[in-house]
């Protein structure tokens, strides 16, 4: 079988990621080092487990529909209502945060053009 493998480098570590495989992974002191070991313990995984395939019946006669990334974790149980309301909290802090960073960096686009303004004048008078 084969698999995808994540490889980072942090602080000179390598670190390879197999997500597929409940994220399983290995670090080593070089790239190919971290594979090696990602490689051995994806081996010693799948021999201490079982691995099956399922069927599922789609429903018929139903369109496809596009379901949000909101209504697939309220789905899947874990994010409740009681979460909601943190959401909407953090969500409205990001919007603040951008508006100030975009009130910030109009008023030095303003303090720029003043400051151009002053030397040229500046520059005109001698």
């Given at each position: 079988?084969?698999?995808?493998?994540?490889?980072?480098?942090?602080?000179?570590?390598?670190?390879?990621?197999?997500?597929?495989l409940a994220n399983l992974s290995?670090?080593?002191?070089?790239?190919?080092?971290?594979?090696?070991?990602?490689?051995?313990?994806?081996?010693?995984?799948?021999?201490?487990?079982?691995?099956?395939?399922?069927?599922?019946?789609?429903?018929?006669?139903?369109?496809?529909?596009?379901?949000?990334?909101?209504?697939?974790?309220?789905?899947?149980?874990?994010?409740?209502?009681?979460?909601?309301?943190?959401?909407?909290?953090?969500?409205?802090?990001?919007?603040?945060?951008?508006?100030?960073?975009?009130?910030?960096?109009?008023?030095?686009?303003?303090?720029?053009?003043?400051?151009?303004?002053?030397?040229?004048?500046?520059?005109?008078?001698?």
């Amino acid at each position: 079988m084969t698999y995808s493998v994540i490889i980072e480098r942090k602080n000179g570590i390598y670190r390879a990621i197999i997500p597929a495989l409940a994220n399983l992974s290995a670090e080593g002191d070089s790239r190919d080092n971290a594979i090696d070991k990602v490689r051995q313990a994806a081996k010693l995984y799948l021999s201490e487990v079982e691995m099956t395939t399922i069927d599922l019946d789609t429903p018929t006669g139903q369109p496809l529909r596009k379901t949000s990334p909101q209504a697939w974790i309220e789905a899947a149980g874990i994010w409740g209502e009681e979460d909601q309301e943190a959401l909407q909290e953090y969500n409205a802090e990001i919007v603040a945060l951008k508006q100030r960073q975009r009130e910030a960096a109009e008023r030095e686009a303003d303090e720029a053009e003043q400051a151009e303004k002053e030397a040229m004048e500046q520059t005109q008078l001698v």
